[in-house]
């Protein structure tokens, strides 16, 4: 998760710097090739604050991939991560070759370490997270309780995700009655869409 909020970071104040320059901020130098040493002129400040919404863009899947938001599910993300690497490694490419030097010095370490960041969110894929709370099987399958109903054997509200790789056999502090199976357990896992997959650390009892 840190790699995604680094890359979410740097992406905010690149979208900073160009609301400054979309503002009529005097940097055009370290942008657009350059050209316009000064205040840019005012083709290239839309381009700018076009430029602003991508950023916006660019960081969806890492955000995505990192739980902190839930859009599309996660395997839509982790390519979208990919495609946003190969964007950001032409970003490399365009900003080395400016012909302004405040522009190659600035901006291309900065582009550099946004491809780099962007790099470790696709191979690193969604982030696991630790999840506190009841796990209920009725029979049809573990869910993990988003709500829980006041009732003996106890119920799951209706948005509860399916959990996918519980094993019941091996954990302690399971309960049963009336052929339902529940307790209460920290693990950790990926959520995607209405699904938690668990990860591979043994689920352990909630005191």
């Known amino acids: 998760m840190a790699t995604a909020i680094a890359f979410t970071v740097l992406l905010g104040l690149l979208a900073v710097f160009q609301i400054a320059l979309a503002s009529g901020a005097p940097w055009g130098r370290f942008a657009w090739g350059g050209r316009h040493r000064e205040a ?35 395997a839509v993300s982790r390519v979208a991560a990919w495609v946003v690497f190969g964007y950001l490694c ?34 690193t894929g969604p982030v696991s997270h630790e999840f506190r709370g009841m796990v209920l099987d009725q029979g049809d399958g573990p869910v993990f309780c988003d709500t829980i109903m006041e009732s003996y054997p106890p119920q799951c509200g209706s948005l509860s995700p399916d959990v996918v790789g519980w094993q019941w056999d091996s954990l302690a502090g399971v309960e049963e009655s009336d052929g339902i199976r529940w307790g209460e357990y920290s693990f950790d896992g990926v959520i995607d869409g209405d699904t938690l997959f668990v990860s591979e650390r043994e689920p352990r009892p909630l005191p």
């Open 90 to 123: 032409i970003g490399v490419v365009m900003n080395a070759v400016s012909r302004s030097r405040p522009e190659r010095v600035v901006m291309t370490p900065l582009a550099a370490v946004l491809a780099l960041l962007a790099f470790v969110v696709a191979l």
């Open 40 to 74: 840019l002129p005012r083709r290239l400040r839309i381009a700018s604050a076009v430029s602003v919404l991508v950023c916006i863009v660019l960081a969806l899947p890492a955000l995505d991939l990192a739980g902190i938001i839930d859009i599309v599910p996660n």
